[in-house]
Structure formats: C-alpha cells, structure tokens
C-alpha cells in the first residue's frame, strides 16, 4: 500500500519558482533567518496531566490576557526582523481558540500543536499537529486517561484540514509503530511525523529508548517511508537520517532552534533553551525542530531538492500536456 497525493491542477512556472525554487535559494544564501519563527506557550492551563510532560516540569507562571497577547502579536509582526512563522503550544492552546483566531492573521505560517482533545477549527490555511503516543493503549498509559484515543482518531478525522500526528516514540511506544501506521492509514489526515522522547532531569522514567534501540527504529522508518508509506510518513529521509547517534551531535551542539528562534511562555518571557526549557537534556534531544532545520541549511541537500523539484515539476506539465491532448483526441 503506496501513498500518494492525487493529481492535481499544476502551478505556474511563476509560482512554482515563487514558492518552490526561491526559498531554497534564499536559504542556500542566506541561511534560516534570524528571529523569524517561534512558539509560544498561550496558556498554563490543559485538559490532560501526562507522565512525559515538559510544560509542567517548569515553573510555571501565570499567562497573559487577551489584550497583552493582542499586544505581543503586533509587537513580533512588525519590524525589521519581523516573525512570520508561530507555533501554537501551552498547555493545551486550543483552550484559547480565540485568541489564536485573532492571532494567526499576524503570521504567514501557523502551526497548532494540540492534544486532540477539542474540536478542531475550521481552519484550512492554519496547521495542525496531534500529539499521539501510540497506540490505544500505550497512549492512554502516557495521557493518564482512559477512552481518549478514539475521540483524538475522530477529532482529527478532518481530510479538510491540515492535520498530522505528531507522533513522540518512546521506550513504551516503539514497537506499535507499524500497527498504528496500519490503524490510521485510512483516517482523514495527511500523516504522521516521528520525533523521540527528549529527557527532562527532574523526570525519573526510563522512556528514552536508548541510543541503539533509536538508530533501529530510525533505520525501519526509512524503510518504511520508502517501500509502503511514502509521504504519509511526513519525515523526509535526510531528516532521520541526522537523527541517529553518528550525526545526532553535531545537529544538537548548533542547535538551530537555539540561535535563531525563541520561545515564549504564558507571560511573554523568553524561555531558555527551547520551548522544552531548561531541565531539557539537549544532548538526547528528539525534537524534530533542529533536524528539520539543519537538513533545511545543508547545500548538498538543497541543491538535491532543487534538482528533484525541477525534474518533478516539469513531468507533471508534460503530463498534464499529455493528459490534455489525449482529451482533444
């Protein structure tokens, strides 16, 4: 069972350079730019209380109104160095679906990282991101709450919208992976995204599924991604591939995330480290963020993208001409 996105009308040569070809370019140059993404932790407050949660590890203060957040949007959506991409995070930020409705105007990407509890807005230009942690058991386990699973698997049947599980592989969850992929094959979302466990020091667990047992997982990915799933398994190859413990390092020691964005939390102060804060430990970190965005830098790689893009681009017209002169046949 391959994956595949129907085909579809072709952009323009112009937007196809616009919003394809540019970009890379752009970031082959100039490289992620410097304060232009973030998250923000909207609120303190969420419906669940999880074993593995980074957000209650903190100190934890109280969160700003309406109006003080309506501030900080304009204040981080002008200027020179204004921001253009936000991550919606908290405690559970759809417990302030307002506020993001009045936010999200202010940014020209926004991605909402929720636990799938509440009903998801109607959103089509807005991304989702679905915290899930295996299968209904194991999910259930890490959420501290029964009878969850199901209404996630329905909150996020949206074919609609942009929606993708996150999903966070650990020591508890790594062996339903493929049996998840399976149940959820059908179900209207566009994916799943893999990251790993990140420790937290004053969390006591044994969910870091160990440098060995990470690298084979890795390796069933990819190879997954490539004989069965393809794109409903969101990771790119490259991307996981600097994830494992030969490469993991060097990716963590210049953290891009670290240097170029920043996190906010429920008062607007900028949170050490990453969104995770400061018990996080970096060097078994399994966020995706600084693999994504280290892989997004890399000049082998975007000349590949490039070259990839072009060649895909172009069949796609030629078959589209095809298509069209069979029709007029």
Not at 38 to 48: A, K, Q
Not at 131 to 155: C, F, P, V, W
Not at 174 to 193: P, Q, S, T
Request: hydrophobic share 35%; proline share 4%; charged share 30%.
């Amino acid at each position: 069972m391959a994956h595949s996105s129907p085909v579809s009308h072709r952009p323009s040569v112009s937007h196809f350079f616009k919003e394809k070809i540019l970009p890379k370019l752009a970031m082959m140059v100039v490289g992620v730019p410097d304060q232009g993404f973030g998250s923000i932790d909207l609120t303190n407050r969420c419906n669940l209380r999880c074993k593995h949660c980074y957000f209650y590890e903190q100190d934890v203060p109280e969160e700003f109104d309406d109006e003080a957040w309506k501030a900080k949007f304009q204040e981080l959506s002008s200027g020179p160095k204004k921001l253009w991409a936000m991550t919606w995070v908290g405690g559970e930020p759809l417990l302030r679906k307002d506020l993001i409705a009045y936010g999200k105007q202010f940014f020209r990407h926004n991605l909402v990282v929720t636990n799938g509890l509440i009903t998801l807005p109607d959103w089509e230009e807005v991304h989702f991101h679905i915290s899930l942690d295996g299968d209904e058991q194991a999910h259930e386990s890490m959420r501290n709450q029964k009878g969850i699973y199901k209404q996630i698997m329905k909150n996020a049947d949206r074919p609609e919208l942009q929606v993708v599980m996150a999903y966070c592989v650990s020591s508890l969850n790594a062996d339903c992976i493929e049996n998840v992929l399976e149940e959820w094959k059908d179900v209207g979302i566009k994916g799943f995204l893999f990251s790993f466990y990140t420790p937290i020091e004053s969390i006591k667990d044994p969910l870091f599924p160990g440098w060995e047992r990470r690298d084979q997982i890795i390796d069933r990915l990819i190879e997954l991604k490539k004989t069965t799933y393809g794109s409903f398994i969101q990771n790119d190859v490259r991307t996981l591939e600097l994830m494992k413990s030969g490469e993991s390092k060097k990716v963590t020691d210049n953290c891009m995330f670290m240097k170029k964005g920043f996190s906010l939390d429920p008062v607007g102060h900028r949170k050490s480290k990453c969104m995770m804060g400061d018990k996080a430990d970096c060097d078994r970190c399994g966020c995706i963020v600084p693999f994504h965005l280290h892989r997004k830098t890399e000049k082998k790689t975007i000349v590949k993208d490039l070259l990839n893009d072009t060649r895909t681009y172009w069949s796609q017209k030629d078959d589209q001409k095809n298509h069209s002169t069979v029709g007029q046949a």
